[in-house]
């Protein structure tokens, strides 16, 4: 398996944009979760899906972030408009099926965003 | 409230040696899991070691071994004869049946 792939890898946008991120799981995984990295507050969760349903998205941040998951193998993380303090790397990951709690999560290698 | 603190930012420890990396977490719940991930330089998270709350005995991955302590919420990581490929970020992780939270990670330089 090619594990979890997120593209792309490097986002350079100017305030204002619109930033659309990428991910597709390991197939066969159900859960789904996107993650926030920055210096200052490590790794956030912003919200997670099960079986393509959003299950608790109490991490976005704000209105700006939305995030889909039209089907098992896709899912996206938009910012609408984007601003320098969303300047972060975001990370997808996956896990199996079964109690999400106490399955490894597999992670992709990341998106590094930067909004100029 | 931060429900995982990794109270050292930095650490380093010389080639072959042994470090402890600490983290304690706070939670209300009885059955929770604990995990240790590694990030190095190439950003890709991977899982370095488990541990079940309900399960006293410590979890050992080789060379990596965890000190848990339920009572103290106290999850510590220890690394044995490291290695240069151990230098990266070490972020622990609590997880159960609906929280998800990472500490702010500990970076981990190995001297040769």
């Known amino acids: 398996d090619a594990g979890v792939i997120q593209s792309p890898r490097h986002e350079v946008t100017e305030m204002g944009q619109e930033v659309t991120l990428r991910c597709k799981p390991i197939?066969?995984?159900?859960?789904l979760f996107w993650y926030r990295q920055t210096m200052m507050r490590g790794l956030e969760l912003l919200i997670y899906?099960?079986?393509?349903?959003?299950?608790?998205d109490s991490g976005m941040p704000e209105d700006r972030f939305s995030a889909k998951m039209p089907n098992a193998s896709f899912s996206t993380l938009k910012i609408q408009p984007s601003e320098p303090r969303d300047s972060a790397v975001y990370f997808c990951?996956?896990?199996?099926?079964?109690?999400?709690?106490?399955?490894?999560?597999?992670f992709g290698p990341g998106t590094r965003l930067t909004v100029l | 409230a931060q429900t995982v603190t990794q109270s050292q930012p930095e650490m380093s420890v010389q080639e072959a040696e042994t470090v402890t990396l600490s983290c304690t977490y706070d939670?209300?719940?009885?059955?929770?899991?604990l995990f240790w991930y590694k990030q190095p330089p190439s950003r890709q998270m991977i899982l370095v070691i488990r541990q079940e709350a309900y399960k006293q005995q410590n979890a050992t991955e080789n060379r990596f071994s965890v000190n848990f302590q339920k009572a103290a919420k106290s999850f510590s990581l220890k690394i044995s004869d490291s290695q240069l490929g151990d230098a990266a970020m070490y972020f622990c992780?609590?997880?159960?049946?609906?929280?998800?939270?990472f500490g702010t990670g500990t970076s981990l330089t190995v001297i040769p």
């Open positions: 990951a996956s896990s199996p099926p079964g109690p999400a709690w106490y399955n490894e999560q597999f």
């Open positions: 899906f099960n079986n393509n349903v959003p299950i608790d």
């Open positions: 992780a609590y997880q159960d049946g609906s929280q998800f939270y």
């Open positions: 939670t209300s719940e009885s059955d929770y899991y």
């Open positions: 197939s066969g995984h159900d859960y």
